[in-house]
């Protein structure tokens, strides 16, 4: 017996649980007045689409929150992305985005999902619904571009080339 918790029967129904909590109600659902970062993401498949918002204190993720309209699956992702990368450091977050990016992506190389994904595991089954994928990686998608767009900057600041 398989024991990814993600489609495991005795788990599903507690993830589904929390994927229609974090979509009904979602964490960090808001504007941020004088944000540092705003990325756009739109998934023109099926319509989903989210502002991201990063306020940032060094290379540090002091705030971060998002606005749109998207699928449950969609809205969950992000409102679960927010919270789980809210006060890390940039680096934190981009190798959390890679753990999540490979979840959501791939089938697991073990049983369950990768380790150092904490409650980001409730989207360890959404690999087996390639429909789905684009969803439930909008908002991840958009962190990436935040990420990257600020090490550029970083970078560039440092070379004195901006």
């Keep these: ?17 929390m994927i229609i909590e974090h979509a009904h109600s979602p964490r960090n ?9 705003t990325i756009e993401a739109v998934n023109p498949l ?7 918002y990063v306020q940032r204190d060094g290379d540090h993720i002091a705030d971060i ?4 309209d998207g699928c449950a699956i969609s809205k969950a992702s992000a409102s679960l992305m927010t919270s789980a ?7 934190e977050a981009l190798a959390l985005f890679r753990r999540v990016h490979s979840m959501l992506t791939t089938k697991p190389v073990g049983e369950g999902p990768p380790a150092g994904v904490g409650k980001l595991a409730v989207l360890s089954g959404i690999w087996q619904y390639p429909a789905r994928v684009k969803c439930a990686t909008l908002s991840w998608q958009a962190l990436h571009s935040a990420l990257k767009e600020s090490a550029l900057l970083t970078g560039a600041l440092r070379n004195g080339t901006e």
């Excluded at 017996?1 to 649980?17: C, F, I, K, N, W």
């Excluded at 659902?29 to 970062?37: S, V, W």
């Excluded at 929150?65 to 749109?68: L, N, R, S």
Aim: net charge negative; with cysteine; charged share 20%.
């Design 1 to 17: 017996m398989s024991t990814d918790v993600a489609t495991s029967t005795p788990m599903a129904g507690l993830y589904q649980e």
């Design 29 to 37: 659902l808001r504007h941020i007045d004088g944000a540092h970062q």
């Design 46 to 52: 099926c319509g989903d689409h989210l502002t991201l």
């Design 65 to 68: 929150a998002f606005e749109g």
């Design 85 to 91: 990368v809210k006060g890390l450091q940039s680096d």
